[in-house]
């Protein structure tokens, strides 16, 4: 089981610029979860799938973020246009079954 | 009122010593409580599932307090390998779809 894969780790950016983050749920896994983590915020909810469908998007901060999954084995996380304010840490998690979320090892973004 | 409130910490404590954390939440419909640990610069991973009857794993021991909605961990002969950041975890769906986790809690075992 390769776990969640997320890409790339680490992304710098400069402010205005699109940035897409990208997840490879683990196999079988039905639910995935984006989510995003600063010194300041701790770890903050964005979204969430149940079957590739968006099920609560509420924590999305605004229309310049957007996520997709357009099928089981992949999901995207765009920022258009980014701010120096998203700079954090995004995660991707999934679940397959009753218990806690399997984490990727996150993507460290820095927007300058 | 924050979803899910801990004591930042950070727990100094030396190897050996038994600490405690606790984690209150606001949503009394909750059904699923978890503990994560989360090490410098890496991803939360789970540690326990806390269940209504309590529930012990190794030195590791879950509470949880549906009454005051309160959940507790508890560590037993802490080792050096414990030093972390402890996330209470709480379901805000009345399932497992929307976990919501706390600040985490920041421990810290010296020799």
């Known amino acids: 089981d390769a776990g969640v894969i997320q890409s790339p780790r680490h992304e710098v950016t400069e402010m205005g610029q699109e940035v897409t983050l990208r997840c490879k749920p683990i196999?079988?896994?039905?639910?995935l979860f984006w989510y995003r983590q600063t010194m300041m915020r701790g770890l903050e909810l964005l979204i969430y799938?149940?079957?590739?469908?968006?099920?609560?998007d509420s924590g999305m901060p605004e229309d310049r973020f957007s996520a997709k999954m357009p099928n089981a084995s992949f999901s995207t996380l765009k920022i258009q246009p980014s701010e120096p304010r998203d700079s954090a840490v995004y995660f991707c998690a999934s679940r397959g079954g009753a218990g806690g979320y399997t984490f990727g090892s996150g993507t460290r973004l820095t927007v300058v | 009122r924050k979803e899910v409130e801990q004591d930042p910490g950070p727990f100094n404590v030396p190897e050996g010593a038994t600490v405690a954390f606790n984690c209150t939440y606001s949503n009394s419909a909750s059904q699923s409580f978890f503990w994560y640990r989360q090490d410098c610069r890496k991803e939360p991973k789970l540690l326990m599932s806390?269940?209504?009857s309590g529930n012990e794993d190794g030195r590791f021991t879950a509470q949880l307090n549906r009454a005051s909605q309160y959940i507790s961990l508890l560590i037993r002969d802490s080792k050096l390998s414990d030093s972390a950041t402890y996330l209470c975890v709480v379901d805000f769906s009345g399932g497992y779809n929307k976990l919501i986790f706390g600040a985490g809690t920041r421990l810290a075992v010296h020799p």
């Open positions: 196999s079988g896994h039905n639910s």
């Open positions: 806390v269940y209504s």
């Open positions: 799938f149940n079957n590739n469908v968006p099920i609560d």
